[in-house]
């Protein structure tokens, strides 16, 4: 009886964010970035359970914070998410539920943490001390498995290391960027730190990623800094102008990427019309004479119209709730690669609408300093498949959640006698 009224009393007290601390759960993050990493080394699939552990300990952990979860506007979105997969669900037969298993966890397991993280009173993830471990982690998975995948004969040129695709790589690679200490570390080590993501992006030569981290950095170096409207927008507009002048006046196989991206511009340019048309396009020929990188973007383009097609040309229910999570692959053999369209195919408008809400208020609450990674992975996510990679989005989620909740301080330590709170914004220091 005593011990129970010391859970309930536990339970109504002041959350403290000064008592919180983020060690264990970079400790379970490293635990399951280990796990795959062992998977990888014996060509075993363990990532599921990594991810399994992960969310075990996580929640064994953080489960009296949940039930402190405030029924708001974002939780609301969060359990409506949650419900709209089952919509369609209910209409799976069993080939296609075995199918999708994996993709419905992966979604569930997502929302959930992003509703566990908005209960926790987190601190910015950049000024936790032992972030430096999960850094070194994933570091350390990167650089492993690209020389596992030398020594194995692996002949693309681009790197994937122990992962499904070199895109994959590219966001894995994302993640050092969230666990770089902004705030304490020094110019050196930030420095480092990027030229590192820029390193392994270069390994997996992936557009979209490059594209999103150009993105990412400008809006870092024009907004997260205080300059005037008038002086932003012309910076912005000169480096954008600058960026297509040396794009355009680069002379051909000086740079392998440069001529990549201009090839594909070409086959795109050249078979624009057909996809419109909704003809079918021989991509074995244009392989021939092109390569496969030159054809990706074609590729992506001709999956888009495919799904959008069949999309708006569905029963009104499937356009409000989707085919359901998992069926991309099911129907067209592939995912979408671009993940907006994706959610809306397998959640439909209702489903497209909640989730982009979910991110735009955590976005929306962050700091502006801290905002430029997530426009870099927003960007990423319009040309690949990113939403199912559970590692880099729910560190992703809790990231932003972190650099915008407004920290609750239980003052009575202050000896004041009653039990006040400061908010702290913007994510200052405290």
Known sequence: MINTTLEKDALQQPISSQDFK??????????????????????????????????????????????????????????LCLLIPFIPLMSYDEKTLISSLQELIKYFALHTVILLGSSLPLTPLGRAKKTWILYFTILSFLVIGCFWSITHGYKDPRMKGFLPNPNTFALTAMMLLLLNNSESSGSFTKRASHIIVITLLFLSRTSGAFIGYLAGFLHLNLFAKKRNLITTIFILFVSISLTIALFSAIPKDEFKAVDTTKDKIEVIEKNYNRILS??????????????????????RLYQWHRILNLFFHSSFGKIMFGYGIGTTDIIFKLKAHNDYIRVLFETGIVGLILNLIIWIVLYRRMAMQYRWIVIMIALFCFTENNY???????????????????????????????????????????
Not at 53 to 70: A, C, D, G, P, Q
Not at 283 to 291: A, L, P, V
Not at 402 to 428: F, P
């Open 278 to 299: 909704g003809k079918e396009i021989n991509f074995y020929s244009i392989i021939e004479r092109q390569g496969v990188d030159n054809t990706s973007g074609l590729w």
């Open 22 to 79: 983020w060690d264990s759960i970079l400790y379970y993050y490293t635990i399951y970035i280990c796990i795959i990493l062992v998977g990888g080394l014996i060509e075993v699939q363990t990532t599921i359970y990594g991810a399994a552990l992960f969310l075990i300990l996580l929640y064994s952990r953080y489960w009296r914070y949940l039930m402190r979860t405030k029924l708001n506007f974002l939780t609301y979105c969060i359990f």
């Open 388 to 430: 199912d990679h559970f590692p880099a989005m729910s560190l992703l989620a809790l990231y932003m959640i972190s650099a915008g909740k407004q920290n609750i301080i239980d003052k009575t330590r202050l000896g004041n006698g009653d039990v006040k709170r400061r908010q702290v914004k913007d994510g200052a220091p405290l």
